[in-house]
């Protein structure tokens, strides 16, 4: 099944400071070397993270990246960018990017497919929305965003890199899915990857993870981990959440 992770994402939130206090806090940190941490922090601080963090049991990756290698592109940044300013992980599919800025499951198997060519590792995010669920329809959409993904690039990456199941319903919203109905889709995930010949793909939980909510969380049987939110930004919170996972 795979060693947890535990990863902090960012978003558009942080400063410099916050940064390099954050960065200090994790090399003071006694991380188990049975979980792996990964920090998706804004891009404007990714070479000032990978600096400071330098020789850490942390691995850094950006929270968005260009399906292309280069081009005439203003704004966006290619997977070769991202590996040279110390990045070894990309997130693609985040609801927050799905939502506001339209992308669809084509365009996100696209940017699993940029990581890949680009060297780094892929975190793919999934999840419906509360119209989706009460709907009966969660798992057809779930599925329908891993298929997409897996007809654009293929099996191998399943095992390279790692889904977040991240219910649209519970991100940023102080709502945490319960976690039967979060182990209950992580389940169907991994016998899905296990039905395309993976069987080592890792699925971590986010959707409003808490030191307080963690330790329930990971000690389900089919979740690996989490993607976490507004409680990275904090490394103590961050850090608590990491030593639930090990």
Not at 43 to 57: I, Q, V
Not at 94 to 108: K, M, P, T, W, Y
Not at 121 to 143: D, F, H, I, S, Y
Not at 145 to 170: F, M, T
Request: glycine share 14%.
């Amino acid at each position: 099944m795979g060693g947890a992770i535990v990863a902090g994402n960012w978003k558009m939130h942080g400063t410099k400071q916050r940064a390099l206090r954050f960065c200090q806090a994790l090399g003071r940190a006694d991380i188990r070397a049975e979980v792996e941490v990964v920090v998706f922090p804004p891009m404007a601080y990714l070479s000032l993270f990978a600096a400071a963090t330098g020789g850490l049991a942390v691995e850094l990756g950006a929270q968005d990246l260009h399906p292309l290698p280069e081009g005439p592109r203003t704004g966006d940044i290619s997977g070769a960018m991202i590996a040279e300013l110390g990045g070894r992980w990309a997130l693609a599919g985040h609801s927050e990017r799905r939502i506001h800025h339209g992308e669809d499951d084509a365009l996100v198997a696209a940017k699993v497919g940029a990581a890949l060519a680009a060297g780094l590792k892929p975190m793919l995010c999934v999840g419906e929305t509360l119209e989706q669920r009460q709907a009966n329809q969660a798992e057809a959409v779930v599925a329908r965003q891993l298929r997409a993904v897996l007809d654009a690039v293929g099996v191998a990456w399943l095992s390279q890199g790692a889904i977040a199941y991240e219910p649209v319903w519970a991100i940023g919203a102080g709502v945490t899915a319960a976690p039967g109905q979060a182990e209950a889709m992580h389940g169907m995930i991994r016998e899905w990857a296990a039905s395309q010949g993976a069987q080592a793909v890792r699925v971590l939980y986010g959707g409003s993870v808490n030191q307080e909510n963690a330790a329930e969380l990971f000690s389900q049987p089919n979740i690996n981990g989490g993607l976490v939110g507004g409680a990275s930004l904090d490394a103590g919170s961050f850090l608590a959440i990491v030593a639930a996972a090990g």
